[in-house]
């Protein structure tokens, strides 16, 4: 089945310094990516929609100079948290779509990463 | 906007006995998806199962079904036979159907699921 690799799985990192997570595809070609961003046994919240070679979208209330996405191939999304502070704290968990041959489509199954546990102090 | 409700923080179930988790969801289009996902302690996503709103049938897995009422906007999940394994969080999601949507889903606030031996 569809494999979506998400790395690093966990990440410790000083408050002001700015860390990568990175979304890949391993299967499939992704045309878009989601970012989702879950407190502890708390729901997960949409970020922002990653669409391969163009801006991503991102949701009322984040800030997209904080989380800085770029989707550059079919099969790699970045999310970049910039000057990360304590309260950037999360589960964070990227999901991108298979579907038929190699390129994704619309209604094909979303797949999800197996999240990155960050933790700034 | 579309949301959906999962007004059970916690459940607990007796091994081998049946539970039933609710969702309900509000939206103004006719045509959508609905989803059951189960977030193990691993925090690993899973697609328990998925249902097309246009389906009058109620979609099965094993030893899970759902419920689907499209005129009161509800879908609860049935568990039977609960195993151990069976123990998450598990969050019901809505995406719409629109070719015009990004896809992206939008989830409840989760339940809890406990399982006792």
């Known amino acids: 089945g569809a494999v979506v690799s998400q790395h690093p799985s966990r990440v410790i990192c000083k408050s002001g310094t700015s860390v990568k997570i990175e979304c890949r595809s391993l299967?499939?070609?992704?045309?878009?990516m989601f970012w989702y961003r879950q407190f502890p046994k708390k729901s997960l919240m949409l970020m922002a929609t990653?669409?391969?070679?163009?801006?991503?979208?991102?949701e009322q209330g984040v800030e997209k100079d904080k989380f800085l996405i770029n989707h550059a191939s079919l099969t790699l999304s970045t999310l970049t948290v910039t000057s990360a502070h304590p309260e950037d704290s999360s589960f964070y968990i990227c999901?991108?779509?298979?579907?038929?041959?190699?390129?994704?489509?619309?209604?094909?199954?979303?797949?999800f990463g197996n999240g990155t546990r960050l933790t700034v102090t | 906007a579309q949301t959906v409700t999962q007004s059970q923080p916690e459940m607990s179930v007796q091994e081998a006995e049946t539970v039933t988790l609710s969702c309900t969801y509000d939206?103004?289009?006719?045509?959508?998806?609905l989803f059951w996902y189960k977030q193990p302690p691993s925090r690993q996503m899973i697609l328990v199962i998925r249902?097309?709103?246009?389906?009058?049938q109620n979609a099965t897995e094993n030893r899970f079904s759902v419920n689907f009422q499209k005129a009161a906007k509800s879908f609860s999940l049935k568990i039977s036979d609960s195993q151990l394994g069976d123990a998450a969080m598990y969050f019901c999601?809505?995406?719409?159907?629109?070719?015009?949507?990004?896809?992206?889903?939008?989830f409840g606030q989760g339940t809890t699921l406990q399982v006792k031996p």
């Open positions: 990653s669409n391969e070679g163009s801006k991503a979208t991102y």
């Open positions: 939206t103004s289009e006719s045509d959508y998806y």
């Open positions: 999601a809505y995406r719409s159907a629109l070719q015009t949507n990004t896809g992206k889903l939008i």
């Open positions: 249902q097309e709103a246009y389906k009058q």
């Open positions: 299967d499939f070609q992704a045309t878009t």
């Open positions: 999901s991108a779509r298979s579907g038929v041959g190699d390129v994704s489509s619309y209604n094909s199954p979303l797949h």
